[in-house]
């Protein structure tokens, strides 16, 4: 069941129906940090900033908060959002983000909402701004991608990563050309950062998920790309937050 608010204004932001949808997937369930979607963060539970952050933008038409959880639904609709309740089979660990994706864009075009973008904003991404929400949005149409993914740079180089054998040996584990380099010599590399997904609805739908052809990275600072998974990464984002004010 979708409820919906009809005024998606937010600080004064023009809403028009273009068709760009942000997507919050919210599970009240989490293993390693348990009701981490919830949890107070800064002074409001962690959801609230991707929800505010997705409401400060300027290119966002319709917001979309899709959970299980009684807690989390409640928190929502303290904002102009669509809030969605996620049946029980889409809500364990092992259900799709396709799955989960597929069943707001059902329910919001059964509300007669238009869906010709989808922009997945996971909530464990706080420090993600309407900025880099915007931007993004902006990277894909100035590029004619079918699919926007944020990234940032490495923390450390995977040259200097691998896999243990089960005696542990270290002869072999970072090859000798590469213990040669100085670690300023050696390429960069971008990883996922979780913070943004972005797809024309059709071609998601086409591909399955987000990585398909003509897809472009959109580059994301590494101080904002703390994505929330364990106790640690929570503190990191305290104090990340607490020192910008």
Same mark, same amino acid.
């Given at each position: 069941m979708i409820s919906t608010v009809h005024n998606r204004s937010w600080q004064g932001v023009p809403v028009d129906d273009g068709g760009i949808v942000a997507i919050i997937p919210a599970r009240g369930g989490s293993q390693r940090l348990p009701r981490k979607n919830i949890k107070n963060l800064a002074g409001k539970p962690l959801i609230s900033w991707t929800i505010e952050a997705a409401l400060s933008s300027k290119s966002v038409d319709t917001i979309v908060v899709s959970s299980d959880d009684e807690e989390i639904l409640s928190e929502a609709k303290k904002y102009p959002v669509e809030v969605l309740r996620r049946p029980d089979y889409l809500a364990t660990s092992t259900a799709t983000t396709l799955d989960t994706i597929l069943h707001c864009v059902t329910a919001i075009t059964s509300q007669k %909402?238009?869906? *010709?973008?989808?922009?997945?904003?996971?909530?464990?991404?706080?420090?993600?701004?309407? @900025?880099?929400?915007?931007?993004? %949005?902006?990277? *894909?149409?100035?590029?004619?991608?079918?699919?926007?993914?944020?990234?940032?740079q490495c @923390?450390?180089?995977?040259?200097?990563?691998?896999?243990?054998?089960?005696s542990g040996d270290m002869e072999s584990f970072i090859p000798q050309n590469i213990l040669n380099c100085r670690s300023q010599d050696l390429p960069t590399y971008y990883r996922l950062n979780g913070a943004i997904f972005i797809s024309d609805v059709d071609k998601y739908i086409k591909h399955g998920g987000f990585f398909m052809p003509n897809s472009r990275a959109y580059l994301m600072a590494t101080n904002r790309s703390v994505d929330i998974d364990t106790e640690i990464d929570f503190k990191l984002c305290q104090i990340i937050l607490e020192e910008n004010g």
């Open positions: %909402i238009t869906v *010709k973008q989808i922009v997945l904003l996971q909530p464990t991404s706080p420090l993600r701004t309407s @900025e880099d929400i915007d931007q993004a %949005i902006e990277l *894909k149409r100035e590029s004619g991608a079918f699919s926007v993914i944020s990234v940032c @923390e450390h180089s995977p040259l200097w990563a691998n896999v243990l054998n089960e």
